[in-house]
């Protein structure tokens, strides 16, 4: 057998010379079974291989075999080894795997001998090596310094004499595992021995830096980003700094930047994957700190290369987080960026002319600082303490807001004085970082294991305290240490009282709060909080907003007050407040604002629980199509637009009057022209009053010639002149104005229509909220037809893409959020008939529809409604689905008798209307989630198959039906006798509908389908069951549909009638009785098929083309030679060539003949002897 291997291993490889496989102890020849392991080793498909290596090292696992067997198993392997173009290095793996399975004395006595060879060339290729390495790190007691020194020259792997080699050996790895983006084992297995060796730092040095780091970007720049995130866990404190402080970080760096372009390839998701790990599993706080700072101090002319949002910070530790924080915020007050690994890309070191300033290394510096300390705020993965947490929201805050004037303790951010005053650039990215800060504090869990956090509060410290008051108490302290720090934006007296009432406002809240913890208390409190810390960013708009908030919350008090004396009821049964309050969020969401719309978001999901059917209706009344914009109870408006317009039309309007006063006063004939001529053309069309006011300016000057007066040559003086040109520049002028103000009016609808769309697009996500939140409340029932309004208005106009989008939203939350909800109302006692009167309204309306898109949301709204009006089938378990014949008939309150006739009447005017905007598909779903209603319907359904008023209905309610009878729920809920009369009306319909069928067009074939399909279901549930049904009526009618032959071709319609009549027991005939009538007329034709020359006639083959060349009442002449001597044969040849193909051709014809069809050749032949006869009879009166 290993002679046989021998041979097919040399068919495999061409090569001269071929080492010589022998077991001349036959020790292998003992184990057939492991024997075989390597001779599917040898084979070269690359899965048999890999399997048997596999096998083999199982094998070797499970069982002690003799040292001898383990010694030619190495000896085969090395053998096979020379075969690397077929096997690769899987015999080297192989050995490397029993080296790491074989104990100290098999390896010492039996197997060094053996590897001598090896062992002795291990700085060669990198199989070799990693076999060295194995066995020093295996049995290091064997391989002694000695012992390395005669095999190597060097008594330690890892030496300057060594290094040439070894860096060509980790080249050689790194290209050889190109494509698999791995991590070589060699590479490791030298780190590994550079560390046992205390020659980690000659290694990176001399192997890494200078050796791999020398070759262009590429596999070699890989493989050493691997081996550094490989060495993570491997490294001391100092060696990580020395690793994360030399030139491969750079190079990382340099490729992290490279890597942004598109279809580059990025190898930061790996060395992510390789910090996470190491983070995970270091205990050690000083190395996690050491390699979370390596990363961060890796920067780009200031700005670190890493993201700001790290997600490897995740498994940080608290002590190492709390170290990171405080240098976070040591370096954005003295940035030290001389510590950083800076570095320049080779373009940026190209562009640049002069070295890039320091102020502005320092301020994207302290940008990417800010977003950090942002990140590990918002992140709740990130495991922090409150006192770090509270730490980080003052540290941004002081510094987005405030200038320090005197150091205090009271203040700990006034004692880091900063190196670098904050450029105003860098304080508006600091301000935006707090206040997206903000809404992470506003979603945070409660940290630590408390009471709070037990309840899953959200924006709440572990002692009840809201995030943002305690950022707002340490504000109020700043503004009240004037003499210790200055507020960026100063303010004003009124300002000031405006801050000062807002406290006092949110603490009669809080002592309110204490005495009762009511919803509106908090509300009213969020409310003020996000307010009144915008003050620091926009004063005024913060100022008006608290005194509205101030005025509703007074009256919103009195009003309760006042109700709760006149009727002597509890506040909690009219809780108007919620009103007020969302009154308040929709004048707030009509402000373009990103922080207003995150403000009204966190307080609205704090009130939804609270809401009335009077607050839910002035939330909808926004967006109600069918209301005038005026009437919606908000003013969107833009403020500073319409700053802006006032002043521009107020400069527009004293330029004007210049220009009037300067043209009175000199000759501008031409440039009253050129007005005239734009006003024209800016306007559509030429103004009837204007055209009067310009006659009477003519006519009152005289310029206006006419017919009586005969003035047609009298011309104007100077003086008359001037006062016509003034008054012609006036006229125009106002021309021009009015129309500028027709454009301005346009631009202003269009803009404020623009606004109204943002603003309702915000309301939905009001909307959303509420149905996410509080899907079981009764008040979603009242949203149902609204939003059905919306979105038929939206759909019957032509939008615009804003007005698209906002339809979709609507669309999808309709759809996702309301109908198809998990939690739905369950509590409807008293508003049944409330219900089923919506429900006929929505069922009415879908009917009268033109679109059916639109009426599958009104459909789909009906069956929401239905499902309300059922309710939990079964009281016990509410998530499984009914299956017992009793639960199935449970329809809670419904009116069973009343919805099955509305639903009739919707399914009778589908079949029975032409254009009607219901589908087949909506009654599908029906019959599918109301099985009860489908028994009851099942009757109108089957009557339609041949009643429909189109074959489309006819075919629909084929479909319909079949679903219906498969469904096992309408199975249970019918009886036997009531099942049986039921599939005998079925068959009895199909039978009328296919008599007389004729295929005319698609819709005719697509209905015979469909009622087939219904037919084989009908014919297949009848038999299995042995149900009492007459069939054969049926059958005759299906016979008779392939009387002439038509149903035999292949196609749908035709395998669907085929396996139908298979299950009546007839099968589809074959072609045999076709074949034997063409050998009959075949063999009549034998004679003159071997006169033929293809299919062309007779006439056309050669005759055709020969007459252009005949002359008229001439002969041809003689064959002559050419202009190049050369005679008439090489045309001969070129005939014989073309006659030569020709024959071809029609051979091939020929075959193509005895291949096709019997059918195919009778109609051929026949088709050629008719035009035979046509064209002998053209010869005959010819010759006449």
């Known amino acids: 057998m290993l002679s046989v291997m021998q041979t097919n291993m040399g068919e495999i490889e061409d090569s001269t010379v071929r080492p010589k496989v022998t077991d001349a102890k036959g020790i292998l020849k003992q184990n057939r079974q492991f024997l075989d392991y390597f001779w599917d080793i040898a084979k070269p498909e690359r899965e048999i291989r890999l399997k048997a290596i596999e096998d083999l090292i199982e094998h070797l696992k499970q069982s002690e075999k003799e040292p001898q067997v383990m010694l030619e198993c190495v000896r085969l392997l090395q053998s096979l080894s020379h075969y690397r173009e077929h096997l690769r290095d899987l015999p080297r793996k192989t050995m490397v795997d029993i080296l790491s399975e074989t104990s100290k004395e098999v390896f010492e006595e039996v197997l060094l001998s053996a590897l001598q060879s090896d062992l002795t060339s291990a700085l060669n290729t990198p199989e070799q090596l990693e076999l060295l390495l194995v066995a020093l790190q295996k049995f290091p007691s064997v391989l002694k310094p000695k012992k390395l020194k005669k095999l190597l020259g060097t008594t330690a792997v890892i030496t300057k004499e060594n290094m040439p080699k070894l860096v060509e050996v980790l080249k050689t790895a790194a290209r050889s595992v190109k494509k698999e983006n791995i991590l070589p084992p060699v590479a490791f297995d030298l780190l590994q021995a550079s560390l046992r060796e205390d020659n980690f730092e000659m290694f990176w040095n001399e192997a890494i830096i200078k050796g791999m780091l020398s070759e262009m970007p590429g596999p070699t720049h890989y493989l050493s980003f691997r081996l550094l995130g490989a060495s993570l866990p491997l490294l001391s404190v100092a060696q990580l700094e020395f690793v994360l402080s030399a030139d491969v970080m750079t190079h990382y760096g340099q490729h992290m930047l490279s890597a942004q372009l598109a279809d580059r390839f990025k190898f930061a998701p790996e060395m992510e994957k390789y910090v996470s790990e190491f983070m995970r599993g270091c205990a050690d706080a000083d190395k996690q700190l050491v390699v979370a700072l390596g990363f961060t101090q890796l920067t780009n002319q200031g700005y670190p290369v890493v993201p700001s949002c790290w997600k490897d910070l995740e498994h940080m530790g608290l002590s190492a987080l709390q170290k990171y924080v405080e240098w976070l915020m040591e370096g954005f007050c003295k940035p030290q960026l001389e510590k950083c690994l800076d570095f320049s890309t080779r373009r940026q070191k190209g562009n640049q002319e002069t070295e890039v300033e320091s102020d502005s290394c320092v301020a994207r510096f302290r940008k990417w600082i800010i977003l950090r300390l942002a990140f590990i705020v918002e992140n709740h993965q990130i495991k922090k303490r409150e006192d770090l947490v509270m730490k980080m929201a003052r540290f941004i805050f002081f510094h987005a807001f405030f200038d320090v004037k005197k150091p205090t303790p009271e203040i700990p951010e006034t004692t880091q004085a900063l190196s670098v005053p904050i450029d105003q650039q860098t304080r508006a990215s600091i301000s935006s970082a707090f206040y997206g800060l903000l809404q992470g504090l506003n979603t945070m869990a409660v940290l630590g294991d408390s009471a709070e956090a037990e309840r899953r509060i959200l924006g709440v410290k572990a002692d009840g305290s809201i995030w943002i008051y305690c950022v707002v108490q340490y504000a109020t302290t700043l503004l009240n240490q004037s003499k210790h720090v200055q507020s960026v934006q100063t303010l004003s007296p009124e300002q000031r009282r405006g801050w000062d009432s807002m406290l006092e406002s949110v603490e009669a809240l809080r ?20 307010v009144g810390i915008q003050m620091f960013k926009a004063p005024e708009e913060s100022l008006e907003l608290l005194n509205d908030l101030r005025t509703c919350m007074d009256k919103a008090q009195a009003k309760k007050s006042k109700k709760k004396k006149a009727n002597g009821k509890s506040s909690d049964e009219e809780p108007l407040w919620v009103e007020v309050v969302v009154e308040i969020l929709l004048s707030l969401l009509s402000q373009p604002s990103r922080l207003t719309r995150g403000v009204c978001k966190a307080v609205f999901s704090r009130i939804c629980p609270h809401l009335t059917q009077e607050a839910l209706s002035s939330i909808l009344n926004v967006l ?12 969107v408006t833009d403020e500073k637009e319409k700053k802006k317009k006032h002043k521009e039309e107020e400069e527009r309007d004293e330029e004007e009057d210049d220009d009037v006063e300067d043209e009175e006063g000199s000759d501008s004939s031409s440039s009253s022209s050129e007005d005239d001529d734009e006003a024209m053309e800016e306007g559509e069309g030429v103004d009837q009053n204007f055209r009067l006011d310009l006659m009477k300016v003519l006519q009152g000057q ?5 017919e009586e007066d005969g003035s047609d040559e009298e011309e104007l003086d100077d003086a008359a002149m001037m006062k016509l040109d003034g008054s012609l520049s006036a006229l125009f002028l106002e021309q021009k104005k009015k129309i500028q103000a027709k454009k301005d009016e346009k631009d202003r609808l269009r803009k404020e229509k623009v606004l109204v769309r943002d603003f309702k697009i915000k309301v939905l996500d009001m909307v959303e909220m509420f149905l996410s939140k509080q899907g079981s409340s009764a008040l979603v029932l009242g949203m149902v037809e609204p939003l059905l309004s919306v979105i038929e208005n939206g759909m019957s106009s032509e939008t615009s893409q804003q007005e698209q989008d906002f339809l979709r939203k609507v669309a999808d939350i309709f759809r996702n959020r309301l109908c198809r909800a998990k939690y739905y109302c369950r509590e409807i006692d008293g508003r049944e008939a409330e219900l089923h009167d919506m429900l006929e309204r929505l069922i009415g309306r879908a009917q009268k529809l033109t679109d059916s898109s639109v009426s599958l949301y009104y459909f789909s709204a009906a069956l929401y409604v239905l499902k309300v009006l059922r309710g939990v089938v079964s009281e016990q378990d509410s998530a499984n689905a009914p299956t017992t014949p009793s639960e199935l008939r449970l329809m809670g309150k419904v009116d069973v008798e009343r919805v099955t006739t509305c639903f009739r009447n919707a399914l009778t005017s589908f079949m029975t209307k032409r254009k009607s905007p219901l589908t087949g598909a909506m009654f599908i779903d029906l ?5 009860v209603l489908c028994v009851n319907l099942l009757d109108t359904v089957v009557e339609n198959i041949t009643a429909g008023v ?10 319909v039906a079949l679903r219906a009878l498969q469904s096992k729920d309408v199975k249970n809920l019918m009886s036997d006798a009531h099942r049986t009369e039921l599939h005998q009306k079925v068959g009895d319909q199909l039978a009328k509908s296919f008599e007389d069928v004729e295929c005319k067009n698609k819709t005719v074939h697509e209905k015979i389908v469909k009622a087939l399909e219904l037919c084989q279901h009908l014919v297949r549930t009848v038999h299995s069951q042995k149900m009492q049904v007459n069939l054969e009526l049926l059958q005759n009618v299906l016979k008779s549909m392939n009387a002439e032959g038509s149903l035999q071709k292949p196609g749908q319609l035709e395998d669907t009638y085929w396996s139908v009549m298979k299950l009546f027991g007839i099968l589809k005939p074959k072609m045999e009785k076709v074949k034997k009538v063409v050998e009959a007329e075949q ?4 004679t003159k098929k071997k006169k033929k020359k293809g299919f062309l006639p007779e006439t056309k083959k050669r005759k055709n083309r020969k007459k252009p ?13 050419t202009a190049g001597g050369v005679s008439g044969e090489e045309g001969k040849k070129k005939k014989n060539k073309k006659k030569s193909k020709k024959r071809k051709q029609q051979v091939g014809e020929g075959e193509e003949t005895r291949n096709q069809p019997a059918t195919k050749k009778a109609k051929t032949q026949q088709q050629q002897q008719q035009k035979k006869k046509k064209k002998g009879g053209q010869q005959e009166v010819d010759g006449k």
Not at 1083 to 1086: A, G, K
Not at 1109 to 1121: C, F, H, I, Q
């Open 950 to 959: 189109r074959e489309h209905q006819q075919g629909q309610a084929c479909v």
């Open 702 to 706: 005289n310029a206006l010639a006419t």
């Open 927 to 931: 019959f599918s989630r109301f099985p």
């Open 1109 to 1121: 060349m005949v002359l008229e009442g001439k002969e041809m002449p003689a064959s002559t030679e």
């Open 624 to 635: 109600d199509p069918n209301k005038d914009e005026d009437e919606s109870g908000v003013m």
């Open 511 to 530: 002592k309110k709060a204490k005495k009762s913890s009511s919803p509106e208390h908090s509300a009213f409190q969020h409310l003020f909080l996000l």
């Open 1083 to 1086: 063999t009549e034709e034998t």
